[in-house]
């Protein structure tokens, strides 16, 4: 049979260990949550933004042009001219010759 024998000193240095163990993950935890993170936008970051900001406030359709177009074309007299259709695509391509 083996016999050990814990005197209570020594279970005061495991308890006293286990204390300040315990205290210094406390005070590790504390100063994990005293950091913050943070941010810093650059002035052209925050121009973009209110640029941003000012094009969504802007409505997607212009109403008053939409409005004339539709009476246009309800009375008879919106007519497409097909030259300035294909002049306009022309425009936005690199085509070196038309035909």
Partial sequence: ???????????????QMY??????TKNSKSSRLDKRDELK???EAKDFQVA?????????IRKDKV???KSRIESGTYHVDSREIVEKI???TNIDERV
């Fill in 1 to 15: 049979m083996f016999l050990l024998k814990i005197s209570n000193n020594k279970i005061q240095k495991i308890l």
């Fill in 19 to 24: 204390s300040n163990q315990d205290i210094n």
């Fill in 41 to 43: 936008l650059s002035t």
């Fill in 52 to 60: 941003m900001d000012a094009v969504k406030k802007v409505a997607d």
């Fill in 67 to 69: 409005s004339a177009i």
């Fill in 90 to 92: 022309f425009q936005d």
